[in-house]
DNA sequence: CTAGAGCTTTGAGCGCGCTCCAAGGCAAGC
DNA sequence: GCTTGCCTTGGAGCGCGCTCAAAGCTCTAG
């Protein structure tokens, strides 16, 4: 299955959020197109359209924990990996620094601490939903000035 | 017409954008809600969900001119609040104010510059559907984190 | 009349999230 | 062997968008 088809499934399933395909289809679009070998910053930098300075700088804040070679350079596993493309996910929708650092200590406290993360997660979770409330008004308040502008409507 | 009703229409409409409701919908939306006196400095923050200090400061960098009352406080007519309105709408959903200011130089330089102006509209209009489309994703990335840790789904 | 809150100005300060610099090591090609 | 380029580290620098400080004026309540 192509990932552009499950991105679609998945953001259909979002219209019907009790959808048991949820998870699953997450799980495989998580997993995919992660190689199984260790990668180099650079690699994990494209993967993520991020630049290696801030995979560096994200590690050195304690955001995550990065193995090395024999060279001393960084070599990115799989779990690794899977925690950086979390933690993009939750910056590129807003979630301070400041408290992925504390969701990961939270982590770090083992099982505990699940509750904790729950109410992180459910209090993110509502504000994506008012970003992106805001951003269909600014979307349509866009729209309303090109078109007082006579320029082409949405296609 | 109640706002909450307004708002409704106007997402509804952005559904559908083709729509000439979108205009009228928002042409109300707009006009609604502004009291046609002149409004005070604390009276616009209010309003728009800023800080007066925001407000000056978009004033000393030229995003707008603001009128002064005898005793040289500021008095935002009509139109300087609906250009607020506007500002803030374009800050809120990612504008940086770098081309905010461009974009008030060209209504300053006339009606000649309506294409550029469009121009930039419509590439904006681009930008906050990209930015939708990533908040979408993380939505979708936090409510199967959320499912994995058991939490309620989504109401 | 006076106290206190809010307004004015200019200029400086700050929090965030990178982003880059300097000095040096490692790897691959000529 | 040498060059070229990416890697390492710690620390410094920076762009953005506010946000506040200082010094003084104005309005309102008591």
Do not use: C, N, W
Request: aromatic share 6%; glycine share 6%.
């Amino acid at each position: 299955m192509a990932t552009e088809e499950l991105l679609q499934k998945a953001l259909d399933a979002i219209g019907e959020p009790d959808s048991p395909l949820i998870k699953e289809v997450f799980d495989r679009l998580v997993t995919t197109d992660l190689p199984d070998r260790p990668m180099s910053v650079q690699e994990v930098a494209d993967l993520l359209d991020a630049s290696p300075h801030t995979l560096r700088y994200y590690e050195r804040i304690g955001l995550i924990e990065v193995d090395r070679d024999a060279s001393g350079y960084r070599t990115y596993d799989t779990d690794a990996v899977r925690r950086l493309v979390f933690l993009t996910r939750m910056r590129l929708s807003g979630m301070p620094i400041r408290d992925l650092q504390h969701y990961v200590s939270l982590v770090d406290q083992g099982e505990g601490t699940v509750p904790e993360r729950l109410e992180m997660l459910l209090e993110h979770r509502d504000t994506i939903r008012r970003q992106i409330r805001q951003l269909t008004l600014s979307l349509a308040a866009t729209e309303y000035k090109i078109a007082t502008y006579g320029g082409e409507t949405a296609p």
